[in-house]
Each structure stands twice: as structure tokens, then as C-alpha cells.
């Protein structure tokens, strides 16, 4: 059975930090880029960032760069996502997926049931 876990949300003041985890099992993590994307209400899902330790391949967003970092624990099959100088337009629910290469919402084959990030301010 495929499933992409994720944790590490909550509520954040504006300038806090997070860091989101998703654990991955049921599929082999080498075959697939691992991303984060972001839902905001009413909106489609963005890809936020993206991984592919297989070929050091990694992808931010621009509202997130020099903000957030991935990182990847092969031998756990996990993700992260460090998210530091956390803003209120951040705010958003946060998915973890596998996607075939880039970092696109039409690229993803499995997701996680997503966890929510709030930053107040």
C-alpha cells in the first residue's frame, strides 16, 4: 500500500519556523521526485518544492526561496521541508506528493492527506 505521511504542521507566528516531514512507503523513492505543494482556499495546488536525490535535482517556488529548504533522509524514505521567516501568505494547507519529474500537480502519482500551516502575524 503507497503512503506518503506527513507532519510537522501548526500554527506559527510570522517570522517562526516549521518543518514539515513526510514519510514515504509502499513504492520505491528512487523512482520519483518528492515535493511539497500548497493548497490555498478556492485555489489549485502549487508546487512549493521539490527533490530528486537520485539525480540532485531540487525546485523552489520563488515566494519560498532563500525562506525554505528541502532535504530528503533516503534511508528513512522521508522528505522535509524547513520553513523558516514563515509569513501569513504562507498559510496554507501543505501536501506531500511523488511526481514523475517536475514539480507539477499534474506530474503527481501519490499524495499525502496534507497538513496545515498557519502563520499569524
Known amino acids: 500500500e503507497v503512503q506518503l505521511v506527513e507532519s510537522g504542521g501548526g500554527l506559527v507566528q510570522a517570522g517562526g519556523s516549521l518543518r514539515l516531514s513526510c514519510a514515504a512507503s509502499?513504492?520505491?523513492?528512487?523512482?520519483?521526485?518528492i515535493g511539497w505543494f500548497r493548497q490555498f482556499p478556492g485555489k489549485e495546488r502549487e508546487g512549493v518544492s521539490c527533490i530528486s536525490e537520485a539525480i540532485g535535482r531540487t525546485f523552489y517556488v520563488e515566494a519560498v526561496k532563500g525562506r525554505f529548504t528541502i532535504s530528503a533522509d533516503m534511508t528513512k524514505n522521508t522528505v522535509y521541508l524547513q520553513m523558516n521567516d514563515l509569513k501569513p501568505e504562507d498559510t496554507a494547507v501543505y501536501y506531500c506528493?511523488?511526481?514523475?519529474?517536475?514539480?507539477?500537480?499534474?506530474?503527481?502519482?501519490?499524495w499525502g492527506q496534507g497538513t496545515q500551516v498557519t502563520v499569524s502575524s
Open positions: 509502499g513504492f520505491t523513492f528512487d523512482d520519483y521526485t
Open positions: 506528493a511523488a511526481v514523475d519529474y517536475d514539480c507539477s500537480e499534474d506530474e503527481a502519482d501519490y
